[in-house]
Every structure is written in structure tokens, then in C-alpha cells.
């Protein structure tokens, strides 16, 4: 796909808007003069300043995908609403299960930092959230915050945030469930119970999902082992109205999944491999409290508890097979060949604590200033896998400030810093400065930013090290980053109109990267990246019954280190997504998604990777209030292609279930 078929995604969705009201200028009358109740309520985001403000108001690059439109287009994972977003790379290697990452504008995984109702999620070993098993139900809203983020969120939002919520019970209190069948032998089922009833509010969810018929390498390639996953999910919200405009809340999600994996043969070229009786299980229990409380009509404060407890095993397999040359392969902890695969164990328990004092201040009424302190700890443990598998500890203070300021909703500045001190190594200061202009006759908006990151080494890079190698690691410093973007945002008809676009800029500095030049075999911090590129989208809700949506994203990256000029891995240079969502009558919606990824390259083994086009969509159709029936197809058009070299994909998937509520006599 060229890059002028690409934009005309987004030149599609606008043409479908423009003949629909040439069609019937009447039509152009319904957008404008639609009854204000039928509007939907504005979005409200939290990431971008720790402080709830309405969309309009937002001075930073941001995406808002909310539970409601989750639900309608029938999402199982969280990884496939990312797959859509703007300014996002989602790659996994090998289907249900397998580890998922998400990077932002150019960065890399571990850049990115993930909050799951303020409880930080990322992995204290890689860095990195692994998306694999998270699924998308009784989720609120997910915030996609691009950029660096650490003047607010700390280490790990050098590239930017993801911010989940789980859903706030509201309503007469309601049960629901859902069955689901399709391809690979996938079974799905759930049930869940919302509401509120006085002053408290609630939601509870439990759901599973078993696949057993999904090659984790692609079967294309001769894979014929299928590998199975399994998923037991549970997720609560509790929330209490205290007096005096107070709140408590509690959340919880749970999950424990089970998934077979494949791998690659030992020899240079990394040959895919299907590996039999490999296994890797994963339980995760993420519990967040916070406490909300104004103490003046000019001072606020917040008191956020979490932690999040990660354990993970894997074991490699007794036995493969070499796709390439169909010879059988056994495990060798020498493996340098292609008939033989490196075998391990690998068990890791992981806890990821955080505390957080916040206050803000309105002293003047158009000025907001943000005060707060972060303790942050990270533990680990590797009782049989690791050279080093003692117990370790990184922890961390901050105090951290923000100014904003909103002149009679039309001029909005922001401005903050802070500053990390850690136990393990050196300290970091970062900061970050926002502006944007509303010209509300026309519903224009012009928003800037700049602003600096770090990320912290993770205890894999400090600690769990080969003890033969020269070990730099206690020298590491954090990686650093710069941000700058520019965007204008334009909207029509009371916001059915939505138009963005901007201009990004990122520099990556001081990078940690394996270095084998001796006497120098280590870790150290030499690289250096840049990323650069922009955004473009377009939403509108062309009718009451016809919703349409298209964004492009151009990312060109540089590795500045060791090899001057070259793209980064896995990053492709041009991406977007487009869609459609249409309810001729109330009963009865169907979805469409498309997805295009450009070619890149593959990081091992080095190759490059071509282009592909993906189409998903559903249909449901309410039978009565209370029961509705659904379908969803997965790649529509039977696409060949591979998000990562040699692994698995879904061809032509076809899923239909069954959603059934009903309010409760309380």
C-alpha cells in the first residue's frame, strides 16, 4: 500500500461525510440542530494533569477510548483497542496469551508506563507492561496519553501513558452475562453485576477464555502443534460518597492465564521452531485505594494506595522441530545450531508498590496548583533462574509541581516539574510545559507541548547479570528523553465533527544497550534515537445512526548510536486505521475496522517485514431489551501477513455469542 492510498483513508471518511450532506442539505440541519440530550456527554481525562478536566481544555496529545464503544464493537483484549489508536505500535508473537507490548511514538516498550486505576502495572524486571492476558471487560475508559510523562507519572513515561479505569457502578443495580463460541475452539463467558444504591457504587465482573487451536508460530510456515491458552478474569469498583463531597475507592482485577509457546532454533538465522510441551503461566493481582477529600473551598487532597503482585513461570519444552529443514530438535543450554533449542526455567515474582500524596490548591479562581509525593517500590525475585536470585529492592521519593491556569476557558497553561531520588543509583529531574489557545466561535484549538523524560534500569539490567562478565551495571544511569508537539484540533457541529493534527518530536539519550567489545562486555549507556513524524484523525457522527472514524500516523525513527541513519526496529513508517459504526435501526449495529501497517524491520533475525491490511467487524442485533445476539469476524479478508517475523496470526476468525442484563428489583 502506497503512501497516498493511505491517506485516503482518511480522505475517505471525510468524502462519506461531504456527499452525505450534498446528498441531503437536510441532513446537515439534523447534525446541527440535534436536541442537546442526544449529545454525548464530553470526555473527561485525568492522565494529562492528575486532575479530571473536560477534552477541550487537554493541552497535550491524548486518546480517550471508552467501555461503551469496547462493548459495541465487540473487543476482547486491550491489546486489539490499542492496535487502532494513533501514534501506537502493538506487536505479539503469536497469537491469545503470547507476550504483547505497546509503544509509543518511536519508543520502546518499557517507555511506555501503564496505570490500571493508578496502580502501576509495568514489569520491575523487562520494564514493560505485557498486555498478553488483559481483557477488555468492565473497563471505563482507557487514556493514551503520547509524549514524555515523566514530570507527572514518573520513570517508565518517557514515551508516554496508558491509563485504564475500571468501570464506576451507576444506575439501578443490574446483572448481565455473555456466552461466546467461534474459531480455534474459543470459548468466552462472563457475567457481571453493576450499580448504585445510595452512596455506594458498584461493579464486578468475571469472565474466561479458552482457545486451544491457535499456532503461537505461524502455521503457514508448517507449524502443527496448536497451542492452547486459558484466562480466568476477575475486576471490582467499589466506591463510597463520603460527606462533604468526599470519596473512597477500591479497585481489584485478577487474572491467571495459562498459554503454550513456540520459539526459534538456536542457529544464526533463528529459524522458526515448534516447540512441544513449552508452557508459561501467569497470575497478576493489581488492588488500588484511594481517598479523596476536600478540607477548604480552596484546598483538596488525594491519598492513593496501591500495589500490583506479578507471578510468572515459564518452561521451554522437552522436545522441537525445525520448520526449516523438518529435522527434530533437542534442548542444549549450548545451542549454537539449527537442531537445538536454549532450554530454561524461568520463574519470577515481581511487586510493584506505590503511595501517593496529592493536593491541589485554588487560591484564584482561573489558577489550579498541584503538589504531591510519590514513594515508589519495586521488588523481585528469581528463586531458580537468575545468577543472582536473591531478593531485590528499588525504591524511590519524589516530589513533584504543577501550575494551571485556564483564562475564561480559552487560554490554558500548564506547567510543572519534579524530582525522583533513588536508592540503587543517581537522581532525575524532569519537567514539562504546555500551552494551548480555544477560539471558541470557531471551535478551533491550538495546543503545544515540551517536555522531558527518564526511565529507570530495570533490575534485570542492575541485578540479574551473568557474574563472568565485566559488570558496569552499578555505573547505569536512567534514560532520558526529550518531547515536543505542536497540533491544532478543529471541531464542527457542537463536536459531531472532530478534526486533529500535529507535529511530534522525541530524543532519546543516554539508552541502555548491550555493548561486546572487549575488554568492554556489558551494559552500558551509549545509545542514542530519534523519532519524529505526524498525526492526523478525523471523527464524526455523520447521523444519530452513523458514526465514522480514520487516523494516519507517519513515525520516522533513527537509531543516532551505532548505526547512524538506520530505522529502529519494528517500527513502521506509516500506520492508520479507519472505521465505521452504523445502526440503521436501534436494534441492530454493525462495526467496521480497518488496519494497514507499513513495512518495517524485524529486530531478530534482522529482516525486513512487508506491509499488511487488516478488516474486522461485528454485527448485533437486540431481540428484546434484555437479550442480544452478536457476530464478530476477524480478519475479514483472510490476510497473510506476520506482526512479528515467523509468528502466528489470526486468518479468517469467526466468533457469535449471546449478551443477556436485567435490572434488579432493588
Known amino acids: 500500500m502506497s503512501r497516498f492510498s493511505v491517506r485516503c483513508v482518511l480522505s475517505a471518511c471525510a468524502v462519506i461525510l461531504s456527499i452525505a450532506l450534498l446528498a441531503d442539505p437536510s441532513l446537515a440541519q439534523e447534525v446541527v440542530m440535534a436536541d442537546k440530550p442526544d449529545l454525548e456527554a464530553p470526555d473527561v481525562i485525568v492522565s494529562a494533569t492528575k486532575t479530571p478536566i473536560s477534552a477541550k481544555q487537554v493541552t497535550s496529545a491524548v486518546e480517550v477510548i471508552k467501555g461503551e464503544e469496547l462493548e459495541k464493537r465487540n473487543i476482547k483484549t486491550v491489546v486489539d483497542a490499542l492496535r487502532l489508536a494513533q501514534g501506537v505500535a502493538v506487536f505479539s508473537n503469536g497469537g491469545p496469551g503470547t507476550s504483547a507490548n505497546v509503544r509509543i511514538r518511536g519508543g520502546k516498550a518499557e517507555h511506555t508506563l501503564v496505570l490500571i486505576d493508578g496502580a502501576i502495572v509495568n514489569d520491575p524486571a523487562t520494564g514493560a507492561f505485557d498486555f498478553a492476558n488483559l481483557t477488555t471487560e468492565n473497563i471505563e475508559q482507557i487514556e493514551i496519553l503520547r509524549g514524555a510523562q515523566s514530570m507527572l507519572w514518573g520513570a517508565d513515561a518517557i514515551g508516554g501513558v496508558v491509563h485504564i479505569t475500571t468501570k464506576k457502578g451507576r444506575g439501578r443495580p443490574a446483572v448481565s452475562g455473555f456466552m461466546e463460541y467461534g474459531s480455534y475452539a474459543s470459548f468466552r463467558e462472563g457475567g457481571s453485576v453493576t450499580g448504585a444504591k445510595g452512596p455506594v457504587d458498584f461493579s464486578l465482573s468475571i469472565s474466561r477464555w479458552d482457545t486451544s487451536s491457535f499456532s503461537a508460530i505461524n502455521y503457514r510456515r508448517g507449524a502443527t502443534e496448536r497451542d492452547g491458552h486459558h484466562n480466568m478474569q476477575v475486576s471490582t469498583r467499589i466506591g463510597v460518597q463520603l460527606p462533604k463531597d468526599g470519596r473512597l475507592d477500591f479497585s481489584l482485577r485478577w487474572w491467571d492465564a495459562s498459554t503454550a509457546f513456540d520459539g526459534l532454533a538456536g542457529d544464526a538465522a533463528a529459524s522458526p521452531a515448534d516447540i512441544f510441551g513449552s508452557h508459561a503461566r501467569s497470575r497478576n493481582l ?112 519524589a516530589g513533584f509541581a504543577q501550575a494551571q491556569l485556564n483564562i475564561k476557558d480559552r487560554l490554558f497553561l500548564t506547567a510543572g516539574g519534579r524530582h525522583d531520588s533513588y536508592n540503587a543509583f543517581g537522581d532525575a529531574t524532569t519537567y514539562r510545559v504546555t ?60 463536536g459531531r465533527i472532530k478534526l486533529s493534527g500535529g507535529y511530534f518530536w522525541n530524543h532519546y539519550t543516554n539508552l541502555i544497550q548491550f555493548v561486546f567489545a572487549p575488554p568492554v562486555i556489558g551494559l552500558t549507556n551509549i545509545g542514542q534515537a530519534q523519532s519524529k513524524g505526524y498525526e492526523v484523525s478525523i471523527s464524526a457522527q455523520v447521523l444519530k445512526w452513523l ?104 486468518s479468517l476468525s469467526i466468533f457469535g455469542g449471546i449478551k443477556a442484563n436485567y435490572e434488579l428489583p432493588l
Open 435 to 494: 500551552g494551548g489557545y480555544l477560539i471558541k466561535e470557531t471551535g478551533t484549538k491550538i495546543r503545544a507541548s515540551y517536555a522531558t523524560g527518564f526511565r529507570t534500569p530495570t533490575m534485570n539490567q542492575l541485578f540479574f547479570v551473568d557474574p563472568s562478565f565485566p559488570t558496569p551495571m552499578p555505573d547505569l544511569k536512567p534514560e532520558k528523553s526529550k518531547s515536543m508537539d505542536i497540533g491544532i484540533d478543529q471541531s464542527f457541529f457542537d
Open 286 to 397: 493489581m488492588l488500588s485505594g484511594s481517598y479523596e477529600q476536600p478540607l477548604t473551598s480552596w484546598w483538596t487532597q488525594k491519598l492513593t494506595l496501591s500495589q500490583n503482585t506479578s507471578k510468572s513461570l515459564q518452561n521451554s519444552g522437552p522436545v522441537g522441530r525445525n520448520l526449516v529443514t523438518g529435522e527434530a530438535m533437542v534442548p542444549d543450554p549450548n545451542c549454537f545450531s539449527a537442531n537445538c533449542f536454549f532450554p530454561f526455567r524461568f520463574q519470577l515474582e515481581v511487586v510493584n508498590r506505590r503511595l501517593e500524596w496529592q493536593n491541589n490548591f485554588k487560591f484564584w479562581d482561573p489558577l489550579l496548583i498541584t503538589v504531591g509525593y510519590q514513594f515508589r517500590e519495586e521488588q523481585g525475585e528469581n528463586p531458580n533462574n537468575f545468577f543472582n536470585p536473591s531478593n531485590k529492592i528499588l525504591s524511590s521519593h
Open 547 to 650: 458514526e465514522i472514524h480514520g487516523q494516519y500516523t507517519r513515525t520516522m525513527t533513527r537509531d543516532l548510536s551505532q548505526n547512524v541513519g538506520a530505522r529502529l526496529p519494528q517500527w513502521p513508517v506509516d500506520s492508520a486505521s479507519a472505521g465505521f459504526t452504523l445502526q440503521p435501526i436501534d436494534p441492530l449495529r454493525l462495526t467496521l475496522d480497518y488496519r494497514y501497517v507499513g513495512s518495517r524491520t524485524n529486530a531478530f533475525p534482522l529482516a525486513e517485514m512487508d506491509s499488511f491490511h487488516v478488516v474486522s467487524g461485528s454485527l448485533s442485533y437486540d431481540v428484546i431489551k434484555q437479550i442480544q445476539v452478536y457476530g464478530r469476524i476477524e480478519n475479514a479478508f483472510n490476510a497473510r501477513y506476520e506482526e512479528l517475523l515467523n509468528f502466528g496470526t489470526p
